[in-house]
């Protein structure tokens, strides 16, 4: 079995199946690009790792099987020999074969036999014949590796090993270990030197393989590493053998580069250009000078591969070779042969591969030193770096592909950042010190022939005797094909343009330019471009001739726009994208680290740091590049201080000046020496670069990216390029290793030709085939995964690439030309500004010319210099689009851009690297531009956008990649199309509403917007979480867009269409029952797990925590989507509609389990203290100030995080003292921002659900219109609405709160769980907002059909609201996070309270037996109520001074609503309840309630006009709440009100003469207020000296507002109720003082002696007699007596100083509009009989018309003469004490109005009377003298409204003026008695005389005074009027005496 076993696996040998497997089976694999470049195109939002390849599954089950076949080879000892063994033996074989046959020949002959003479000797090894050997089995390990990396680590073995952790703990961890082929190729090489390369190959191949643990550790080069440098070793017996190690690497490179050098005797003096780059590293050659190297290098030969003897001079040793070399000696040079190739290469390819991979290997290989023995016969010893062996075998002659490798070698080794290595001082360069000097040795080997392109050269007509074409490159006027191939001679002094023109070109691969490139990119990424590079040997030093090398010679002539030559040929389409891609990743490198310096002024190193982040920061926020920010930026902390030094020269123009001229030392060994004393100053490479491309005349680089970019097609012709490699590769692999080629087709032609002629026989001819089939085989060479990197100047991007693989090449040559623009976007507004703020007029000189020699002649080289005139990189994209409308398609460059944005890369390692690129340009311009002009630019001729919708809707639904650490694609296309979705536009070229298709396009981003949301993954995944809440964002802007007035009607109609589209896909019901209802079965809501979540989440992991603040945010549009649709669906016509709008709200209310309320159950609200976030929040204590400096607003949605401030981590961390830890700050901020982003979160989703909620119930009413028939389960009555109520107060309780008050409901799903989180104000907020909102829902009236769907709301639930809304006022209070928000919400249920509080007729809310804990919780909210009242609140907006005042007014001014209402409420009980006195008591003996009582009335001189009607409540509702008042000083800060009023009132009058401004005057505001507030007080049942006192206050303010009160009472009745209170107040005032006569303090009041008030009681007398006088208009009033009038007469003629005349007096009742219905002309006196006729008359008038309005005048006026008699009479005690003896009531006007009085009481009690008794026959009598005159039933039915009307006016009329009369009776009484004690007989008779008459008219003796309806006794009147009469015959008897 074991032999069966062997010779099986043994046959995949000999049928060479190996071969087959590696150059016919895996090329049928295809490419990676390839393979899933279909699958790629076809994703929508799936991630690239759920798109395995088929590509890559092929090959991975390959390598397994490999593995296994391999493994069993060397298990069983079967392993092939070498090659070189297998030609050992067939050659012995042969040699054995002959020497037989030769034998038998001469035994022939001895035996006498003819025999022939054999003169061919033994017969030729046919290598056709050779089997599958050793190379062969580890050239398809070899190719697997490179076709998947991944697949390497199916060739190693894994093991467990133990490492000591510390604190005697071991952990366990998974190693590769070598395998079993592996220990057996290391045993077989050491024993075989021909089996070395194959080993060497194998390692290279397994340094690709990744870790086990995913770390660079423990990869498959860090392995390699270690057994190359002995830390590990692959065989237990290392004893038999010696290990390779990297010094023999090292060792064998140096003795290859010393054998192929060439030896040209004993002329040492020549070999510099080996000896001396491996010598530089010693210190023993520092004495020469350094300028020797570049000249000596300077005037070597290059790699000359072809055999060209042009350089005859060359001191370079090419090798020992069996062929000589021209030169003026015999030379021999030493050629590579195949094992040596072989062997060399695998030697370059190890060190690359495993340097790529482990950055210790890199350490490592950098410090190997080997010892040598310099050769120049001095003995003197050096060592050989790394670097010096690598380089010195460029120098000798090798093949392009070994020197390509060796360039890659080096550029793998030199990556090594300061970082990786020993730390580095903090002013010590960051620059990678193997990358410096690897630029010395660069400048010394002078690859880029320097001193024969400069402009300033010498030698720059060349020196070899081979450049005698005078024209090269510049023919003129001839087609292409007539153009020269190349620019430069054949002379191998022009080094790497010599290697690219004549020995690259010849077979169209370019490897060793491609290495060298890809040597410049590495160099500039890990060293910059040191200014000073070449300064020993060039006056104008640095990296510009590298750079120029690269960007004016290769990049030309790989793209074709070089002029007057061809452009390169290429043997692939592979070829070409690779060497442009290498040329384009120097150019991007050195872009990308150039930093433009700022010019306006001098600033030091760390403010141009500083300036240049804030430039990043401006890149990524205002031009709109943050989705590739770190790609065209490298870190502030990689700027070098000496090349921002270079940096500013650029903007100088300076000189740089020769030794003479104080310049350099050794100036005449300078290379530009000849050219004068100076020279220019050269550019830096940035410089130059970053001005072609801004060029106004469209540099050469901007032209060469433009062609790059729609070259093949632009983004659709990508794929193209692989095709035809695709098709060839297979063609190839059907002749395995023998692919055809035209000379040995040729040859074979040939002989088949010969043969038919007979000249060759059969067996000639096969052997001739044979030997032309020989010739055909390919060699076994190493192969190499190229590096590559996707990231810019980082690595975190870096893999490897085939060669072959155009796609991949193509797509980073378009990914790098795609950020080379954005770059340079970038920077462009920097770069600009400092142009501006140089003095000098820029130009620039390059440093080398590319242009062919004429030899001998410097006459054509005149110096090259351009001036400098940039433009904005806007401008040139968008000349170069409109340019379509003139040539063709190629200049539309924007729309070919915005191509890419749909672009999914195959092959690179970020498959959004050139859509993200793509999509950043055109954001660049979108931010440049207006947007009808970027969409014009961007569309092209495509004028519906059809193109640009549709790259755009494909770049959205591309898969996010798994690592995404920057802006992720699909996050800043929604960015920018809602960025645009809002702008208020009527014009159709409009960026979003284009891209949601609104414009008409079918493949428009709003459908994958649906089918992305659609997936619940995509919403609940972190990745992708916030582009779903964008997407539902999104389908909220288009749905709201229907409100939009000015929306274009093609936009109008799509969004119509759209609109219809959500409904048909029954998208919203849909989406809310996903989000917020069952999921089947027991599974709970999305948002009850999220919220959840929220409750019990620690803040652990950032990344789910994320995800929940966005699936909120994303359930917050989506209610607020469901809002909106809600509204538009009341609109919609038709029964469909009408059904879809009766369940969408059946689903919401009326349903069995309404959503709205399981939503509101699942809502978070907070989160619950005494968790990680709350503890962390308090484990740290940042100062103030820090917090001040470091907070930033947070971003988002300006509606949704307007408000919301975080921390901005690296401002609170710089400003934090050394002392303090940075760490715990971190963490703290960290916690903080994560806590304000819920807060935000819960606060949107309460908000939405509040405007669905309330959006909802003002549907329902609309909703029961359009049903006829609600089904039961489907029927919303007040009954869900009063749950939804309760449950939403229950929501706001505080945990505390919940437990006094949840016995109050019997809602499910409310728990204590649910409600035991510290509530954000901010997310109470709208849900207070919606409780007021359904309060009034529930308190309107019910129909008969809201009562016949369900029960009424009866008092004991009106009861339990209220009680939960002052549990949730409570809450507020307990809320330790006091904000506006917090008290907005106490405001929001201060007035739902209000509301309720309305409704109370028999229920209180404090009832008997109510706990005491209950009791208190009422008296906590209203005393936070009193709290958040005590802010100033004004009749003005304008005398706010901030917003913030605005809204604290607004807050307290809700908050004294609920205070007014609810102490209204318990003052208007009028039982005498133990518990509300209890309340009271409680309520006003807190400290927090007198301090509040204290700021309210403080509130008094602050104007505040509406603080005074709340104090009124406060002392209507209990004594102790009067004291409390009394006590806070209320009196004094009314009384400092009335005396700035006062003041500022005198200033008034002072500047307006007096009359004329008193006549503008009005009486203040507040003063009203401040007057009730003093009757309250006043009334209220104060102690006496409290009264006292408060009285005495009382009358210094009356003497302020002494001139307003005399203006208020002479301009009645323009304030009629103000009149009356103030008339009340002084009352009061008065009766308080009479009541402390005894007083002291009364004695000393203004009330005795104070002239203003006098003057105010004088407007009091005056105001009573001609209201008195006027109880009714004049021409109503009956006459007066004869004796009253004749009285008046006379009196009036005494005077004889005083002029009267008695006219039409003018009365109140002509200021009074007429308002109301008609009404019966009142009765006014009886006395005459012609009342009737006053009556018509009166009715006739024009305007006269006695109406409701008139009789509210009447009644008012009655009521205001009745309170100021009460203020005469009181006010009589202190005139008697005043020594104002003339100071008395004027006896005809009192005279007149008690007849005025008495006769209309009289007469008003007849017309009742009358009514009473005769109802008919009055309205009949009445008819005819009213202007009511019925026409109709409907009349009928007003009259006897009207007529019930006027019987409740006359009746309260009628009483007012029965009081007035008697008041007079008495106010003359007392005027009487006052007059008795002093003798004046003429006013006695004036006195009695008027008086007199008047009681003889109205009999009030015997009759008393009329219409006292309340069966009050007449007789105190019918006694005054008596006591009246007996002092009047008094006074009378005196003066008639």
Not at 400 to 408: R, V
Not at 541 to 552: K, R
């Amino acid at each position: 079995v074991k032999s069966t076993f062997s010779k099986c696996l043994m046959v995949a040998s000999q049928l060479k199946s190996l071969t087959f497997a590696r150059l016919s089976l895996i090329p049928s694999f295809g490419m990676p690009s390839t393979m899933s470049s279909s699958s790629a195109s076809a994703t929508s939002h799936r991630t690239t790792s759920d798109d395995a390849s088929t590509y890559d599954f092929f090959v991975s089950i390959f390598a397994e099987f490999t593995a296994q076949y391999v493994d069993a080879l060397c298990h069983t000892g079967n392993i092939p020999i070498t090659r070189k063994e297998w030609y050992d033996e067939e050659l012995n074989l042969a040699q054995s074969e002959w020497m037989e046959k030769d034998q038998k020949r001469q035994f022939g002959m001895w035996a006498g036999h003819a025999v022939e003479e054999d003169i061919g000797g033994p017969r030729p090894v046919n290598v056709m014949d050779r089997p599958d050997c050793l190379e062969d089995v580890f050239a398809l390990i070899s190719c697997i590796c490179a076709c998947n990396p991944d697949g390497a680590q199916a060739f190693w073995s894994t093991a467990e090993e133990q490492h000591d952790v510390g604190e005697g703990q071991l952990e366990v961890s998974v190693v590769l270990t070598p395998s079993r082929c592996l220990r057996m190729l290391d045993l077989i090489q050491a024993e075989s030197d021909s089996a070395l390369f194959v080993y060497l190959s194998f390692l290279s191949s397994l340094a690709l393989s990744g870790g086990t643990d995913g770390t660079e550790a423990s990869n498959g080069a860090s392995m390699v590493h270690s057994f190359l440098s002995g830390n590990r070793t692959m065989n237990n017996h290392s004893e038999r053998h010696m290990h390779f190690n990297w010094n023999n690497a090292l060792s064998a490179i140096r003795w290859y580069a010393e054998q192929l050098s060439p030896e040209e005797g004993d002329d040492s003096s020549k070999k510099v250009s080996s000896d001396r780059i491996r010598r530089s590293n010693s210190t023993s050659d520092t004495t020469e000078s350094s300028s020797t190297y570049y000249y000596g290098a300077g005037g070597s030969s290059g790699a000359n591969t072809s055999g060209d003897n042009s350089s005859a001079n060359s001191p370079i040793r090419q090798g020992t070779s069996s062929s000589s070399y021209s030169s003026g000696k015999d030379t021999k040079r030493k050629e590579l042969d195949e094992v040596g190739r072989s062997t060399l290469m695998s030697l370059l390819c190890l060190i690359s591969n495993v340097a790529t991979r482990s950055a210790a290997a890199r350490e490592f290989i950098l410090s190997i030193q080997l010892p040598e023995i310099d050769s120049d016969g001095t003995g003197a010893s050096y060592l050989d770096g790394s670097l010096e062996i690598l380089f010195s075998l460029l120098t000798v002659p090798i093949p392009p592909e070994i020197q390509g490798l060796a360039f890659m070698a080096i550029a793998n080794l030199i990556r090594s950042r300061p970082t990786e290595g020993m730390p580095k001082a903090s002013g010590e360069s960051k620059k990678s010190q193997a990358a410096l000097r690897a630029w010395e040795l660069l400048e010394i080997c002078q690859f880029v022939p320097i001193k024969l392109l400069s402009q300033y050269s010498s030698y720059a007509a060349g020196t070899s005797a081979t450049t005698s074409m005078s024209t090269f490159g510049r023919q003129q006027n001839h087609g292409t094909s007539d153009l020269p191939a190349t620019c430069f001679p054949q002379s191998s002094e022009y080094m790497m343009i010599y290697q690219l023109e004549h020995v690259e070109a010849e077979v169209g691969t370019y490897p060793a330019t491609e290495g060298f490139l890809f040597l410049l990119s590495t160099l500039v990424k890990y060293a910059g471009c040191p200014s000073n590079l070449g300064s020993q040997w060039r006056l104008r030093p640095g990296c510009a001739p590298y750079i120029e090398y690269v960007t004016d010679f290769v990049l030309p002539r790989a793209t074709g726009m070089s002029k007057n030559v061809k452009t390169l040929p290429f043997a692939s389409v592979a070829d070409e994208c690779r060497l442009i891609n290498r040329a384009m990743e120097v150019v991007e490198a050195v872009l990308v680290r150039y930093v433009v310096p700022p010019m306006s002024e001098k600033k030091t190193f760390d403010e141009i740091k500083a300036q240049y982040s804030s430039n990043v920061n401006a890149a990524r926020v205002e031009l709109g590049l943050a989705p590739i920010i770190s790609e065209i930026f490298c870190s502030a902390e990689d700027i070098d201080e000496e090349d921002m030094t270079a940096a500013i020269q650029d903007f100088r123009n300076e000189m740089i000046y020769s030794q003479e001229d104080g310049g350099m030392n050794a100036a005449g060994q300078m290379l530009e020496a000849s050219f004068g004393k100076k020279v220019p100053f050269p550019k830096t490479p940035g410089f130059s670069i970053l001005t072609n491309i801004l060029s106004t005349n469209k540099g050469l680089l901007f032209k060469i990216i433009m062609k790059l970019l729609a070259e093949h097609g632009g983004a659709n012709g990508v794929q193209e390029c692989n095709k035809m490699i695709s098709s060839e590769s297979l063609a190839r692999s059907l002749f395995r290793e023998t692919p055809p080629n035209l000379a040995s087709t040729k040859n074979s032609m040939d002989f088949h030709a010969q043969q038919r002629q007979n000249v060759l026989d059969e067996a000639a001819y096969k052997e001739a085939l044979s030997t032309v089939q020989q010739s055909m085989l390919r060699p076994i060479n190493p192969l190499l995964l190229i590096s590559c990197s996707d990231g810019g100047c980082s690595d975190k991007n870096e893999k490897g690439a085939s060669l072959d693989d155009a796609v991949l090449w193509r797509e980073r040559t378009l990914v790098m030309s795609l950020r080379i623009l954005c770059a340079a976007a970038a920077r462009e507004e920097a770069f600009v500004q400092s142009m501006r703020n140089s003095t000098a007029s820029l130009s620039i000189v390059p440093t080398l010319l590319f242009k062919g020699p004429i030899h001998g002649s410097m006459t054509h080289r005149f110096v090259d210099e351009h001036k400098i005139n940039v433009s904005k990189m806007t401008q040139l994209l968008t000349s170069s689009s409109s340019a379509l409308h003139r040539t063709n398609r190629s200049n539309e460059i924007l729309p070919v851009i915005a191509e890419y944005v749909g672009y999914n890369a195959c092959s690179l390692v970020n498959p959004q690297g050139i859509a993200a690129s793509s999509f950043s340009i055109i954001s660049y311009v979108s931010h440049g531009m207006t947007q009808a002009e970027c969409i014009r630019s961007l569309c092209g001729d495509d004028i519906n956008g059809v193109g640009l919708t549709r790259a755009f809707s494909k770049g959205l639904s591309l898969p996010v990649p798994d690592a995404d650490d920057g802006a992720n694609l699909r996050d800043v296309i929604l960015d920018l199309i809602l960025s645009n979705v809002g702008i208020d536009s009527n014009s159709s070229l409009n960026f979003s509403l284009m891209m949601l298709g609104l414009s008409g396009s079918r493949h428009n981003c709003f459908d994958v917007i649906l089918d992305l949301v659609a997936d619940v993954d995509f919403v609940m995944n972190p990745a992708t979480s916030s582009a779903a809440t964008k997407c539902f964002e999104l389908i909220f802007r288009v749905s709201e867009l229907g409100s939009r007035g000015n929306l274009p009607e093609l936009a109008r109609t799509h969004q119509l269409l759209l609109t219809e589209k959500l409904r048909r896909s029954n998208f919203w019901h849909s989406q809310a029952v996903r989000y917020m209802g069952e999921r089947g079965g027991s599974a709970s809501s999305i948002l009850h797990e999220v919220s959840r979540y929220f409750r019990h989440d620690q803040g652990q992991d950032v990344k789910v925590t994320n995800r929940n603040n966005d699936v909120l945010h994303s359930i917050a549009w989506l209610l607020k989507g469901l809002s909106v649709e809600t509204r538009s669906l009341m609109n919609v016509r038709g029964l469909a509609r009408q059904n879809q709008f009766q369940s969408f709200i059946g689903l919401l209310l009326s349903h069995r389990d309404p959503l709205l309320l399981s939503a509101l159950i699942d809502v978070p609200l907070g989160q619950a203290k005494g968790g990680t976030i709350w503890e962390k929040l308090h484990s740290w204590n940042p100062s103030a100030d820090v917090l001040h400096n470091a907070k930033v607003p947070m971003k988002g949605v300006a509606e949704v995080c307007s408000g919301y401030e975080v921390i901005d981590i690296d401002i609170m961390l710089g400003n934090l003292d050394s002392q303090r830890p940075k760490n715990s700050a971190r963490d703290w901020a960290l916690t903080w921002n994560m806590f304000v982003k819920r807060s935000c979160a819960c606060s949107h989703v309460s908000q939405a659900w509040s405007d669905l909620a309330r959006t909802a119930f003002i549907c329902y009413p609309v909703f029961l219109n359009m049903t006829e028939q609600v089904e039961q389960n489907m029927a919303m009555n007040k009954r869900v609405v009063l749950e939804m109520l309760c449950a939403i107060l229950l929501r706001l309780l505080s945990p505390s709160h919940f437990d006094a008050l949840a016995q109050y409901s019997f809602l499910p799903g409310i728990t204590e769980g649910i409600v035991a989180e510290d509530i954000v104000p901010e997310c109470a907020m709208p849900l207070c907002n919606t409780v007021l909102s359904l309060t009034e829902v529930l308190l309107e009236p019910s129909s008969a059909e809201d009562d016949a769907n369900g029960p009424e709301i009866v008092e004991e639930d009106t009861a339990r609201v209220c009680m939960l809304i002052i549990g949730a006022i409570s809450s507020c209070a307990g809320n330790e996070a006091a904000s506006s928000s917090n008290d907005l919400c106490g405001a929001l249920l201060s007035c739902a309270l209000a509301r309720v509080l309305t409704t109370s007729e028999t229920w209180c809310i404090v009832s008997e037996n109510m706990p005491s804990r209950i009791l208190e919780l009422y008296a906590n909210a209203t005393s936070y109520l009193f709290n958040i009242s005590a802010s100033p609140v004004y009749a003005s907006q304008d005398r706010y001074s901030n917003a913030h005042d605005l809204q604290r007014g607004n807050i307290a001014l809700a908050a004294r609503s609920g205070l007014s209402s609810l102490f209204g409420h318990l003052n208007s009980l009028e039982t005498d309840d133990s518990m509300v006195e209890l309340f009271c008591s409680k309520l006003f003996t807190l400290e927090s309630v007198r301090k509040s009582a204290s700021r309210l009335s403080q509130l008094i001189a602050a104007d505040d006009n509406y603080v005074a009607d709340l104090l009124q409540q406060i002392v209507l509702l209990h004594s102790d709440g009067a004291r409390l008042l009394a006590k806070s000083g209320i009196t004094s800060e009314l009384l400092s009100f009335a005396h700035s009023y006062a003041t500022e009132e005198k200033k008034y009058l002072a500047s307006h003469m007096g009359v004329s401004g008193a006549a503008s005057l009005k009486s203040p505001p507040a003063l009203n207020g401040h007057l009730s507030l003093l009757n309250v007080l006043l009334s209220s049942p104060l102690p006496s000296s409290d009264r006292t006192a408060l009285a005495i206050d009382t009358m210094k303010t009356f003497k302020e507002y002494s001139r307003a009160g005399e203006r208020l009472l002479q301009s009645y009745p323009a304030e009629t109720e103000l009149t009356t209170i103030f008339l009340e107040t002084l009352y009061l005032t008065y009766s308080s003082l009479k009541m402390a006569a005894g007083s002291v303090l009364v004695g000393n009041s203004p009330a005795h002696v104070d002239e203003p008030l006098l003057k105010l009681e004088r407007s009091v007398l005056s105001l009573t007699y001609h209201l008195s006088a006027f109880p009714f208009p004049s021409e109503l009033l009956p006459p007066l007596p004869i004796g009253l009038i004749n009285v008046e007469k006379i009196h009036a003629s005494q005077m004889k100083t005083v002029a009267t005349t008695l006219s039409v007096v003018s009365t109140w009742w002509d200021k009074v509009s007429d308002s109301g219905a008609p009404l019966p002309t009142p009765p006014t006196g009886s006395s005459d009989a012609g009342v009737l006729q006053r009556y018509n008359a009166y009715n006739n008038r024009p305007g006269s018309t006695f109406s409701e309005g008139r009789y509210q005048h009447a009644i008012k006026s009655a009521k205001c003469l009745d309170v100021a008699l009460m203020v005469l009479l009181s006010r009589v005690a202190f005139v008697a004490k005043r020594n104002t003896g003339t100071f008395s009531v004027d006896a005809v006007a009192v005279a007149k109005g008690l007849c005025r009085c008495s006769d209309a009481s009289r007469a008003i009690e007849d017309r009742l009377a009358s009514m009473k008794s005769h109802p008919e026959e009055d309205i009949t009598t009445l008819l005819s003298s009213s202007i009511v005159n019925p026409n109709s039933q409907g009349d009928q039915t007003l009259l006897s409204q009207s007529l019930q009307l006027e019987k409740e006016y006359l009746v309260e009329v009628g009483s007012c003026l029965g009081q007035c009369a008697e008041k007079l009776i008495s106010l003359a009484l007392q005027d009487a008695r006052r007059m008795s004690e002093y003798e004046n007989d003429q006013e006695w008779a004036y006195f009695v005389g008027a008086l007199t008459p008047a009681l003889d008219h109205t009999q009030v003796e015997s009759k008393g005074v009329g219409c006292l309806f309340d069966d009050t006794n007449t007789e105190a009147s019918k006694l005054n009027a008596q006591a009246l009469r007996q002092e009047l015959e008094k006074m009378k008897a005196i003066f008639l005496r």
